[in-house]
């Protein structure tokens, strides 16, 4: 497993993609809404800064981990080459069955 696509750009999303960077994935942060993926973003580089202030992450591991996470919204490109999806939108259930709906069209099988 090399990519991860996060569907949800909010408070479970970025922490998700975070750890996911931080262990050497690539990431795909996925929502549909650019401010969404804009403060997902500005989150996760605080984060990140806060582990290194800790020393529990060096400042080029940080910056590497950044580096390797890329956000879209585009369902589509977010999801063709992912080998895990993992949904962290919010809790709605019609949004939830769409997205599973979605993804059973768009996404690799297996």
Do not use: C, W
């Given at each position: ?14 922490g ?26 500005g ?29 879209s ?12 999806v ?25």
């Amino acid at each position: 497993m090399k990519h991860v696509t996060v569907l949800g750009a909010g408070t479970m999303g970025n922490g998700i993609a975070h750890v996911f960077a931080t262990s050497g994935y690539s990431v795909t942060l996925y929502d549909i809404a650019q401010p969404a993926l804009d403060r997902a973003l500005g989150t996760i580089q605080k984060n990140l800064d806060r582990q290194v202030s800790k020393d529990l992450l060096t400042a080029a591991d940080a910056k590497a981990a950044l580096g390797r996470i890329v956000s879209s919204m585009d369902l589509a490109s977010a999801v063709a080459h992912a080998d895990l999806v993992v949904e962290a939108a919010t809790e709605r259930e019609d949004l939830k069955l769409q997205i599973f709906r979605d993804l059973d069209a768009l996404a690799p099988a297996g």
